[in-house]
């Protein structure tokens, strides 16, 4: 049974302007996660840019993360698309090309009621076999999840765990309580968005869906072991410390600063997808000083 | 010089469970509006479900129906993308397959920004020299143009009109103002969200782009020519008289609505892509209800 738990880390998606994936670049992004031990990797989720990219890049993109890895991390593919059928085929090459679970968004044009996303779950698990995450992000997809959708999907067969964006600290056992009255016992239920998640570990959460992971795994590593292991001063310290990180996040979006933030460790030059535009010259520079000032391994 | 104005039709394009357009159908669906005298065909709209076909499904439509209206009616064709070279390229197809001008939303995964924005359009007017309409709809979009932006893209080459939700009679004409301050002296403002355009039109809007008349385009001319020779009485009394279509789309929305109306008027049994679904049972038999109280030509 795939047990989603612990640090997922989200790497970035490097690509040239026509959305080729570059497969060294993101070879070296991957690479430090794998060797910091991260329990998976967040591959092509919204920080891996996926819907930018075509079914067949995507392929290549977890053909070689997964033959990279060799299982000594779990690979969780972002499977999301705006069609039903198309949503199936990725979830299907997902599992040809051997990822663990797929990770799947409501993403939407026309706005969907609850019965279109049980549905689009039901027969993306149904037909593709693959074990799946629920992706909650409604500053994408701009589809909210109630707890009591989430139930419902997580009694589909091979549905096994939910991604949410974690609530403010005061708010989160309460959220993280709800979640687990509606789902079944044993169900993973792990968090997003990275400066509330040291708290949502805390309070109980399984996982912590990490954009700053895909990048710095070892300083994000030692708040989530801290977490498992019930020192809840040892994962506040440590989040505390990245609290830089997190105000450069919430100003101009963890996206656009971890692509910065790969140039700056050297690890690859791509550019976000256009339309979305790199940094500006003093948002980048105000990255850079929080890459020199902090130890972010 | 090519200048929207008047009635813009909005059809459905009707297609298979694989996202394989019906020419056939297509061409039942637009024939009414070319038949009727509808100044412009806005295919591959947000009613046209554009985001969900492929470009080639998009060239072939565009392509059908602008040799089935041979320059009776304007072709405005959708051609918004989540990528900025995708949009190009759908751009350059509508173009060579003979659209009048092409409707460029904002289409976005990543929530974007002012500068994104208008670099998108810069790149896909410079790129493909179709005129284009800018599409602004927040509800599928999820990006807000402010009346400063509209007035930055709207001086771009090329750029020609703005689609923009109508708010309520009572703010429209300020809007209107608002908006006619932003922009160049001639630029077209047209509105959308159906219920709300009988007045914007007797505001002094340029366009209705119209979801309603996309299937119904007899009655929704009555309404646009009212307005534009200024008889606002009769405006108001065939816009009072649909508005018990005016509730159906509030509560089922537009889309599902017309899905289902296209059926019961005989023009085409297609569903709307998955995960979309069809209305209920129930919430068709209010909409067959309507079709049969009313007189909907």
Chains 1, 2 share one sequence.
């Not at 051997?98 to 037909?127: M, Q, R």
Request: hydrophobic share 45%; proline share 6%.
């Amino acid at each position: 049974m795939t047990n989603l738990s612990g640090l997922s880390a989200f790497p970035i998606t490097p690509s040239d302007a026509s959305g080729r994936i570059d497969l060294d670049a993101l070879s070296a992004v991957v690479a430090p996660l794998i060797a910091a031990g991260a329990d998976s990797i967040g591959l092509l989720g919204s920080t891996g840019s996926y819907p930018y990219f075509s079914r067949e890049e995507r392929r290549r993109a977890i053909e070689a993360t997964v033959a990279q890895s060799s299982g000594k991390s779990a690979v969780l593919a972002g499977i999301g698309a705006l069609r039903t059928d198309d949503a199936v085929k990725l979830a299907q090459d997902a599992r040809a090309a051997g990822a663990t679970a797929g990770l799947l968004a409501a993403v939407s044009y026309t706005p969907l009621t609850d019965d279109e996303v049980f549905e689009h779950f039901k027969i993306v698990a149904g037909e593709s076999g693959l074990p799946i995450c629920i992706y909650d992000n409604p500053s994408t997809t701009h589809f909210r999840f109630t707890p009591a959708l989430v139930g419902r999907i997580a009694k589909l067969p091979g549905v096994i765990a939910v991604k949410g964006g974690a609530p403010e600290p005061s708010a989160v056992a309460a959220h993280l309580d709800e979640l687990r009255k509606a789902v079944p016992a044993g169900f993973s239920v792990g968090y997003s968005a990275d400066w509330n998640c040291a708290e949502a570990l805390i309070a109980g959460g399984n996982t912590w869906y990490s954009v700053i992971g895909g990048i710095c795994p070892r300083i994000s590593l030692r708040i989530v072991r801290a977490a498992q292991n019930g020192d809840a001063a040892t994962a506040r310290r440590w989040n505390d410390y990245l609290e830089p990180v997190w105000q450069l996040f919430r100003q101009y979006s963890s996206l656009r600063v971890v692509y910065a933030m790969a140039e700056i460790k050297g690890l690859c030059t791509a550019q976000p997808p256009r339309p979305i535009l790199p940094l500006s010259a003093d948002a980048r520079q105000k990255v850079a000083d929080v890459v020199a000032k902090l130890d972010l391994a």
